[in-house]
């Protein structure tokens, strides 16, 4: 099942840049942007960067043994997390393409 969703993810990313590409074409085609410009010229790079990063946020077949502990002091409490636990909750944060994606075709 990781397997699978390493698969989707790295889809995912090729996927945003591809979609970068097409919209500075797009740009390109309506005359607001030149023939020269591409997506460092347009500083278009940094949304794509933050995105893929964002994306980049999920579990991974190869983090599935490892651990992250921590001891709390105050109440001599130990705590241990999958680290692929905290990925799965971070991974959340994909949602907001299927928001921006409902926003931009309404």
């Known amino acids: 099942m990781l397997g699978y969703n390493l698969f989707c993810t790295l ?3 090729v996927g945003q840049y591809f979609r970068y590409d097409l919209y500075l074409e797009w740009f390109i085609a309506r005359g607001l942007l030149t023939e020269y410009d591409n997506l460092i010229s347009s500083h278009w790079y940094k949304d794509l960067i933050v995105e893929q990063f964002l994306m980049l946020l ?3 077949p190869y983090l599935d043994k490892y651990m992250y502990y921590e001891w709390n002091d105050h109440y001599q409490v130990s705590f241990a ?4 636990d905290m990925l799965l909750c971070l991974s959340f944060v994909r949602l907001y393409i299927l928001v921006r994606f409902i926003l931009v075709a309404s």
């Open 58 to 60: 999920t579990p991974y």
């Open 11 to 13: 889809a995912l990313v």
């Open 81 to 84: 997390y999958r680290v692929n």
